[in-house]
Structures are given as C-alpha cells and as structure tokens.
C-alpha cells in the first residue's frame, strides 16, 4: 500500500528554523516526484516546488524560490520541506505528494500544519 | 509562467444537478491538466488526468473534456458525497493549481 506519511503539526516563533518531512512506503521511492503544496487558512492550493528523488533534481514555484529548500534522503525515503526563518505569513498547511513524471499527484500525505506566531 | 483562471468560483447547486466547471489556461498545456476534489479538513483527491482520463476508482459521473485552452470538469448527477471544492492543475510546465470552485447546497 502507497503512503506518504508527514510529520507533526509545528509552532513555531519568527525568526525560527523548520524542517518537516514526508516518509514514502509502498513503491520505488526513486521512481516518483515528491511535490510540497502550500495551502493557507481558508484559500487555495499552492504548487511550491518538487524533487526528484533519484538525483535529488529540483523545481521551485517562483513563489517559493529562495524562501524555502526541497531535500530527499534516498536511504530512509523520505523527504524535507525546511525553513531558515519562518514568517508570520508561512502559517498554513503543507501536503507532500508523489507523481510520475508526466502525471497527476495520485498519493498525498495527511498534510502537516505549521503555525507561525509570536 | 502559465496561469490556471477557474471559473466560477463557487456555485450553489442541488443533488442530482448537472454541474460544469471550467479552467483556462494562459497558453498551450495540451492535455497536461488534472482535476482535484478536496474536502474540509482532508488532503485533495485525483480525480482526471491528461484532461479526460479517470483516475482509477472514481465514479464515471465524473468526466473532462477540452477545447483548445479551455478544460471542463462535469459532474452528470451531483451526489451528496460531491459537494466539495475542486481544483484544477496543469503540468505542462512546472505546476500550477486554478483558484478553485466550491460546490456548495442551494
């Protein structure tokens, strides 16, 4: 059985470092993108970027580039979503979620709320 | 970058209800869409891919068609279990959602 599990939902203060993640079981870890989708109290969903975990290959929303780092450690399947330092405005709902190259997000993590506040 | 303008944004309908919602694409996408559903509180669920294709164990109430630019998610006979927002994605080049549509009881 696929799964994407995510980890525990954050406070965190401005200013803070982050880092959360999302551990793949069930398929070739290497042979699926992992993409990190933003959605923020009450509004839509927002594409923040994507990794290739075979080469650690990836992509940023021009949103997102700069503000935020994609990672993937192969050995344990898993992959990162990390913040140097956090703002107010990061409070919201992140998802993980696989696709094949040319495809839909067919698996998607439980989503890891991360609130920002002082 | 290409941007995804969904319309309408919510849409007030009642069970068994013919719905259409519709995405426009800023440029080309050829059929590199997908559509989503994503109720309160839970993760999106894939419903289409490559425009009008369905996702493996979704009701066939569900289709997607295309015109150009022009991308169409129909639901024939809306069931209590569809009021929910929906969201389309291109995937041509990078990633990018549409705005969403809420579909919600008259």
């Known amino acids: 059985e696929v799964q994407l599990v995510q980890s525990g939902a954050e406070v965190k203060k401005p200013g803070e470092s982050l880092t959360i993640s999302c551990k793949a079981s069930g398929y070739n870890f290497s042979n699926y993108w992992i993409t990190w989708v933003r959605q923020m109290p009450g509004k839509g969903l927002e594409w923040m970027g994507r990794?290739?975990?075979?080469?650690?290959?990836?992509n940023y929303g021009p949103s997102f580039q700069g503000h935020v780092t994609i990672s993937a450690d192969k050995s344990v399947r898993t992959a990162y979503l990390q913040w140097s330092s956090l703002k107010a405005s990061d409070t919201a709902i992140y998802y993980c979620?696989?696709?094949?190259?040319?495809?839909?997000?067919?698996?998607w993590g439980q989503g890891t709320l991360v609130t920002v506040s002082s | 970058d290409i941007q995804m303008t969904q319309s309408p944004s919510t849409l007030s309908t009642s069970v068994g209800d013919r719905i259409t919602i519709t995405c426009r694409a800023s440029q080309n996408i050829y059929s590199w869409l997908a559509w989503y559903q994503q109720k309160p509180g839970k993760a999106p669920k894939l419903l289409i891919y490559?425009?009008?294709s369905l996702q493996s164990g979704v009701p066939s109430r569900f289709s997607g068609s295309q015109s150009g630019t022009e991308f169409t998610l129909t639901i024939s006979s809306l069931q209590p279990d569809d009021f929910a927002t929906y969201y389309c994605q291109q995937y041509s080049s990078l990633r990018t959602f549409g705005q969403g549509t809420k579909v919600q009881i008259k």
């Open positions: 979620t696989r696709h094949e190259s040319a495809g839909g997000h067919d698996y």
């Open positions: 490559e425009a009008s």
């Open positions: 990794i290739d975990p075979s080469d650690s290959y990836r």
